[in-house]
């Protein structure tokens, strides 16, 4: 007699015939066994990385590589990005050697040198203008306070990028001249503090000056004026300059052009063409 594939059953005691019995596999039915997987040891994957001088956690984006398709060029971005974060963390003078070993595939091999750890001491920006100084630190601070801020770590080229944000809010409160120098930090070796100096040269603040305005009817040049809500002798700003010609934009039944003429001594005058 031909014998069932399907594994073998036994009733269990239940009423109302076979319609109310539940099949239960028998107790001496063995379980599956299930062959380990392979290790992949080709050459074109990475199958191992190792690190001395640090956890693996500190070269987390390294570490993730393993099993991953060998690609150098890649590893050596990434080793860069595991740099960086080093850095962020506060250690300036941070390091990674990155060697290939021929193993189970290709084996990493990440050697860290960190160096000592600095934390921010002082952060000053040299100038006397009246920008406010909470809105410089919010400027160049990052990370939530953990890079670029007192108590945290230094990164130059964040600091620079953020310095040339910075710069372009004061050309935009009317600080029109405004440049700002090179950050220059100094470590103390000794304290393991860095302390990093912001020069600024703001220049005048700028006002308005005056508000021309052509085309058009004098009524639509009244109402041009009216809708931009400036008036000669406030202060510069550029934003709010912006919100002004777009209200006016909306609320005429002509196109307004707003063109920009700054003076030496302070000054930008304004002027709108009704069309």
């Not at 191992?48 to 590893?75: F, M, N, S, W, Y």
Request: with cysteine; charged share 25%.
């Amino acid at each position: 007699m031909h014998r069932s594939a399907f594994p073998a059953f036994v009733l269990i005691g239940c009423s109302g015939g076979w319609s109310g019995c539940l099949p239960e596999p028998a107790s001496d039915a063995a379980p599956a066994i299930y062959p380990a997987l392979a290790a992949d040891c080709s050459p074109g994957r990475i199958g191992k990385v190792t690190v001395e001088g640090a956890a693996l956690a500190d070269i987390a984006p390294l570490a993730v590589l393993e099993g991953t398709l060998d690609d150098p060029q890649r590893a050596d971005r990434i080793a860069a990005v595991a740099t960086e974060m080093l850095q962020a963390r506060g250690y300036p003078y941070a390091k990674l050697a990155v060697t290939r070993h021929l193993g189970c595939g290709i084996e990493l091999h990440v050697a860290v040198e960190t160096g000592p750890r600095f934390k921010i001491a002082r952060l000053a920006f040299l100038t006397t203008d009246e920008f406010p100084a909470s809105e410089r630190l919010l400027a160049v601070e990052d990370a939530l306070g953990t890079v670029n801020a007192v108590g945290g770590a230094y990164l130059e080229d964040r600091m620079k990028r953020a310095l040339e944000s910075l710069e372009h809010r004061y050309h935009e409160a009317g600080w029109i001249d405004a440049s700002i120098g090179a950050p220059q930090a100094r470590y103390d070796e000794l304290n393991n503090e860095v302390t990093v100096e912001i020069p600024i040269k703001a220049g005048p603040r700028y006002r308005i000056g005056r508000i021309i305005t052509h085309g058009g009817s004098a009524a639509d040049r009244r109402a041009v004026v009216e809708a931009l809500g400036l008036r000669g002798g406030d202060w510069y700003n550029a934003p709010r300059v912006r919100i002004g010609i777009n209200r006016a934009r909306h609320t005429t039944d002509h196109h307004v052009e707003l063109h920009y003429e700054v003076a030496d001594h302070g000054i930008v005058d304004l002027e709108a063409r009704v069309k």
